[in-house]
Nanobody, 120 residues
């Protein structure tokens, strides 16, 4: 079992920045992929960015050039640095993990979410 705890959300003005953090804990052999998804009111949950344990990253088009995802494998933590935030970025941001258990099973986990509000 993996537990994901997010932090770093809050209220920011347009053009501002936020750094989200997600720490994983529990029992697992490895976490192959960690990342962030978001869900705005009335919209479906969508991918923001992901990172593999080896450092490969993937970004949604709407954050490319504005956001950076990074991982600290020693701390089992993933970060999302978001710059030049727009009102459209307002959403609940969820941490995601794709893990391998000690029995070699693959599982997906979600954090409880952290609210990001971009408003003047």
């Amino acid at each position: 079992q993996v537990q994901l705890v997010e932090s770093g959300g809050g209220l920011v003005q347009p053009g501002g920045s936020l750094r989200l953090s997600c720490a994983a804990s529990g029992s697992f052999l490895s976490i192959n992929v960690m990342g962030w998804y978001r869900q705005a009111p009335g919209k479906q949950r969508e991918l923001v960015a992901t990172a593999t344990r080896g450092g490969d990253t993937n970004y949604a088009d709407f954050v490319t050039g504005r956001s950076t995802i990074s991982r600290d494998n020693a701390k089992n933590t993933v970060y999302l640095q978001m710059n030049s935030l727009k009102i459209e970025d307002t959403a609940v941001y969820y941490c995601y993990a794709y893990s391998t258990s000690y029995s070699w099973k693959r599982n997906e986990y979600w954090g409880q979410g952290t609210q990001v509000t971009v408003s003047s």
